[in-house]
């Protein structure tokens, strides 16, 4: 719930539950999803996301978008 509670935009992420079996045994697991029309793709669900490897992953989508992110002081998520 790390990811949701650093979400800054209310809806971005949200939770399913899903059934895995293994070995027989089925267990009940939420999984975090991401919906991309209101995602800004600060990136902030992936650095306090515990799971490793993280569970969502942020990808931005053009170099526009970055210099969009940069004119609000967003640097998580900028290549390497």
């Known amino acids: 719930l790390e990811c949701l509670a650093a979400c800054p935009i209310s809806g ?3 939770w399913t539950e899903e059934s895995i079996t293994f070995r027989g ?3 009940t ?3 975090p999803h991401v919906n ?4 800004v793709a600060c990136g902030l669900c ?3 996301c ?4 993280e569970a ?3 990808h931005l989508a053009s170099e526009a978008w ?3 992110l940069s004119g609000i002081g967003c640097t998580v998520g900028r290549s390497r």
């Open 25 to 27: 045994r089925t267990n």
């Open 12 to 14: 971005a992420i949200y």
């Open 46 to 48: 992936t650095k306090t």
């Open 56 to 58: 969502i992953t942020v």
């Open 50 to 53: 515990p799971a490793r490897p």
């Open 29 to 31: 697991t939420r999984v």
């Open 36 to 39: 991309e029309e209101l995602c």
């Open 66 to 68: 970055m210099t969009e």
